[in-house]
Structure formats: structure tokens, C-alpha cells
């Protein structure tokens, strides 16, 4: 069975609010503040729908019996429509199970329409990839719907996987419009990475592998993010204790720059 754990980070989509808006010749920041002025005026906030929020970075965590493989992309290195394209690609993969933290709250959506717009085609995933029984989401699943009462990085840490600092929304726009996005990218990577490791886990509380099955898989994840070439996963794995996860939780802070 394969696995893929999804994460990703959004933007608001400046070029979709010049053409909508009609503020061709405006600057980023003012195309931006008009957008928000009009959110505030329509729905009571500054939150945008799926269709003004692009992807700017994506992560991927792939586990099958093979091991692991992280997939790593930003707006940086590939165009949206290359990320989405290659989410659909592996979430369509015969037998593949989509592990996400909330993706029906907001990742699915968000992939969803964006391949909408962009013209992505994902004819493997439409027909297999959006089966429930192929898509595990980790939140939902623990409360029974109510996602919005538990948080990623708070459960990871209660579980003993590294801290990690969050970036804010206002940060990741910053970082965007710099074009530095490796902060973005590294976060992602380590959310994966946090996603992954805890259906893991899931799986040994729901009986579906034994505790000497999932020791196993922990070490060959430790080992995995030790010899990576990503910085920020060696960070992750010298930040995270194996020995004392999962029985004596200690918290420890990863930085999302790897350091």
C-alpha cells in the first residue's frame, strides 16, 4: 500500500484580483489591499475563497514498502500548474491512500479548483483518488468532524515530534512576493513529515499493524530523515527523539530554516 501525506501553503492570487477587479495597472500591494477591501465588503472578512488562493508551495511524503520519498515544491522552482499536476499524479496512483491532516476543509478544495482553473488534467484521481476509503484525514477523523479543535503543530508536539514555528499567512504573502520562499517550502516539508508519522501512529492504535511493525517503520523514517538531502529533514531528525516517541513525549523545536 502507498502512501501519500499532503501539505501545502496558499497565497492570495494578486494576478486573478487584477483581473477580476480591473486593477491591471495598480501594484502588487495596492491589487492587494483592493481585494481585501472587497472581501471585508462581501463576506465580513479577509479570508479568500479556493479560487483567489493559489498554491505556492506543496509537499508530499510518499511511503510504500520501498520506504520513503519526499516530494518538495515551490513557486520558486515550478509553476502551480506543474505542483498540481504532480499531487494528481501520485494521489491517482492505483492503491494509493491520501493522507491529509484537514484536506477536505481546505487542501482538497483549494487543488481542486485551482486544476480547475489552471486546466490540469487529473482523470485518475476523479475516478479513484476521492474514494473515502482512500483518503484518511487525521483531524476530522479524531473528533468526529469538528477539524477546527485540533491543530497539527500542537498534537505533533503533545505526541513528541519536533515543534515547529508556523508561519503566519502575512508572512507567507511576504516571503512570496520576495520571491523567498524556502522558508515556505521547508515548513511544508516538515508538516508532511508530521502528517505521515502520525497516520503511522494511527495505525497502530486502530490495530491495523502491530507495535513491533510500527517501531520498525519509526526507525526507518528516522533513518530516512537523517540521510536526507533536504536540510530541513536532518534538522527535524536530530530535534526528534526516537527513542522517546511514542511512550515519553519530549518536546523539542525543529526550525523551519533547518537549523
Not at 519526499?70 to 494528481?88: G, K, Q
Not at 484521481?125 to 476509503?133: E, K, L, N
Amino acid at each position: 500500500m502507498g502512501v501519500v501525506a499532503l501539505r501545502l501553503r496558499t497565497a492570495p492570487d494578486l494576478d486573478a484580483g487584477r483581473r477580476l477587479l480591473n486593477l491591471a495597472d495598480l501594484e502588487d500591494k495596492d491589487v492587494l489591499k483592493a481585494m481585501e477591501h472587497v472581501q471585508r465588503q462581501r463576506h465580513g472578512g479577509r479570508d479568500f475563497g479556493f479560487a483567489l488562493r493559489r498554491v505556492v508551495a506543496l509537499s508530499l511524503v510518499l511511503g510504500d514498502d520501498d520506504g520513503q520519498k519526499l516530494v518538495s515544491m515551490t513557486v520558486e522552482t515550478h509553476s502551480e500548474r506543474d505542483m498540481l499536476s504532480t499531487f494528481f499524479e501520485h494521489a491517482g496512483v492505483d492503491g494509493a491512500v491520501l493522507v491529509t491532516w484537514n484536506g477536505s476543509f481546505a487542501h482538497l478544495p483549494v487543488l481542486q479548483t485551482r486544476a480547475l482553473i489552471l486546466d490540469v488534467p487529473s482523470a485518475h484521481y476523479w475516478h479513484g483518488g476521492r474514494s473515502p476509503d482512500r483518503h484518511v484525514e487525521i483531524a476530522p477523523l479524531m473528533t468526529g468532524g469538528k477539524d477546527d479543535l485540533l491543530d497539527l503543530i500542537e498534537v505533533g508536539t503533545l505526541a513528541g515530534l519536533p515543534r515547529i514555528d508556523a508561519m503566519s499567512e502575512e508572512a507567507v504573502r511576504d516571503a512570496v512576493v520576495a520571491g523567498d520562499c524556502a522558508a515556505i517550502g521547508a515548513e511544508c516539508d516538515q508538516l508532511a513529515v508530521h502528517t505521515y508519522l502520525l497516520y503511522l501512529r494511527l495505525r497502530r492504535i486502530r490495530g491495523e499493524v502491530s507495535g513491533a511493525f510500527h517501531a520498525r517503520q519509526v526507525e526507518e523514517v528516522r533513518a530516512w530523515l537523517g540521510q536526507s538531502p533536504h536540510s530541513e529533514l536532518q534538522a527535524y531528525a536530530e530535534a526528534w527523539f526516537v527513542e522517546q516517541w511514542p511512550l515519553n513525549p519530549a518536546v523539542n523545536k525543529v526550525s523551519a530554516h533547518g537549523a
